[in-house]
């Protein structure tokens, strides 16, 4: 399996291109099956996540090509995200088979789109992953709501709606990102009035929300915890352009504050990083967005100081930055304490920042990090996306060298990480086993 070394060194300077979100592509691409139309969807990500998509879309019967009539637009930065087309004529197909979903619990959101669609849907149960159980309950008893008929059958969903769905209220036990993008395209298609409360207001929900209205939806509340979807008999086709990834904007926005470097991100934007920003001015980046697509983040040369953070739903911190903060807080002056709501078991980075001399105590889903003077490189193991990214956060600043391993979770959600880290002066190779 691939590595990726990390030679510890001086400050990152340079531009960034960010990419478009992956976890806006994911359910955007899903939005297909509602329609007999063709949807163009531009400023796609390069990631083996959008891969697996393509792969479970065409098993279902999905004609995809990539950048359509082969132009691929460049803007301005040179930046080229891709287009995809993707038409649903004929749903070959209502069956998410567990090869893929075991491969990505983001397949789960074909659920809503074929039971409106096509009345039915069998779709693998997920299974867990490295940062929790995860389980898919609140997207079916929402489901339920709208007249599903679930059943849960050797490992999978089985769930029909005999004449098709129909609006309901569905009020969600908890905010789920996942459930509330399910929810949103199921009740496109369902007859009458849907509303849901308690709905996730992640802007990846707002984006889905648009491309959905593009298509001819009708949805109002985008950006509330309430949505209210009046159904359609049927969706068309749409040009849509994925927004850019707010995760991986935090992302670099961390490499920089780490290296006491400075970094334009071109593309992107911080209205969609809720907390984020005032987390990290609180220990000392300078953060600005030109309102114009460009944000510079930069350090002022003084020492970062520690704050606590506690990962809560938009627009609150997002579990997602948790990990990548915790490495800018371990190095930090004094101490900060960072607590996870979301995911019962998002730690993991943990262990292996402490074997890069962090200084960390686990106390239940709150961690204790007390800032300590440089880290030292070391062999670590990546066990999800954004605990691996932090691994190599850490590896930019350390002393030494750091090698990563199991870089296959990057590449799940980081287009061309080494590559733009490189052209900001980090000391980093990708090592192919
Ligand atoms: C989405 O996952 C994101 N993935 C995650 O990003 C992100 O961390 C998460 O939202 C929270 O923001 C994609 O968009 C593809 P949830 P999702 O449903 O939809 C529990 C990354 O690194 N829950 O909001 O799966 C669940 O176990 C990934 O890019 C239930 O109990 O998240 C979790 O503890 C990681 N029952 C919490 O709710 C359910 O039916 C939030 O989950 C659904 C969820």
Redesign the pocket.
């Known amino acids: 399996m691939d590595q990726i070394r990390i030679t510890g060194g001086g400050p990152l300077k340079g531009t960034i291109a960010i990419s478009g979100a ?2 806006a592509a ?2 955007l691409m899903c939005a297909c099956l509602l329609s007999e139309g063709t949807l163009r969807l531009g400023n796609i990500p390069h990631l083996a996540d959008i891969s697996t998509a393509v792969h479970l879309l065409a098993q279902l019967g999905v004609t995809v090509t990539m950048n359509g009539d082969g132009q691929t637009a460049k803007d301005a930065d040179g930046h080229a995200g891709r287009v995809l087309s993707l038409t649903a004529g004929q749903i070959a197909s209502t069956t998410a088979d567990y090869e893929l979903v075991r491969k990505m ?2 397949s789960v959101l074909v659920l809503g789109p074929l039971l409106a669609r096509e009345h039915e849907a069998r779709v693998s149960l997920p299974g867990g992953c490295a ?10 008893g929402a489901l339920e709501e709208l007249g599903a008929e679930i059943e849960l059958e050797d490992g999978y969903v089985v769930a029909r709606a005999p004449g098709g769905l129909r609006g309901g209220v569905v009020r969600f036990p ?6 509330t ?1 399910n929810l949103l395209m199921a009740a496109s298609l369902a007859k009458g009035e849907t509303v849901l409360e308690n709905a ?1 207001r ?1 802007p ?1 929900i707002t984006d889905l929300a648009n491309c959905l209205i593009a298509m001819g939806a009708e949805i109002e509340g985008l950006g509330s915890d309430r949505l209210v979807i009046q159904g359609k008999p049927t969706l068309n086709g749409a040009d849509y352009s994925v927004m850019p990834d707010r ?1 991986e904007t935090g992302t670099y926005m961390a490499a920089a504050a780490l290296t006491g470097g400075d970094l334009t991100l071109t593309g992107t934007t911080t209205s969609t990083l809720g907390a984020v920003v005032e987390a990290m001015e609180r220990t000392g980046v300078e953060i600005n967005d030109d309102g114009n697509g460009r944000v510079r983040v930069w350090r002022n040369g003084a020492r970062l100081k520690g704050t606590d953070v506690t990962t809560l ?1 938009f627009p609150a911190f ?3 930055m948790q990990a990548q903060f915790m490495a800018i807080m371990a190095t930090a002056e004094g101490a900060s304490l960072i607590t996870e709501t ?3 078991n998002r730690f993991m980075h943990v262990p292996e920042l402490t074997r890069m001399g962090a200084d960390i105590t686990i106390n239940g889903n709150a961690a204790l990090v007390r800032g300590v003077d440089r880290l030292k490189g070391a062999p670590v193991m990546a066990t ?3 605990a691996s990214v932090s691994l190599v956060l850490a590896g930019l600043a350390a002393e030494g060298e750091t090698v990563v391993s199991r870089v296959y979770h990057l590449d799940r ?1 980081y287009e061309r990480l080494v590559e733009k880290l490189a052209a900001c002066g980090a000391d980093i190779e990708r090592i192919r086993e």
Do not use: M, Y
């Not at 940062?131 to 079916?140: A, E, K, Q, W």
């Not at 908890?174 to 459930?179: M, P, R």
């Open positions: 992956k976890n994911l359910p619990r983001a940062i929790g159980t995860r389980p898919v309950d609140i997207h079916l908890q905010v789920s990102v996942g459930a993008e996730a992640e990846e995760i739903p997002p579990t997602d979301i995911f019962e999800d996306l954004r959600g």
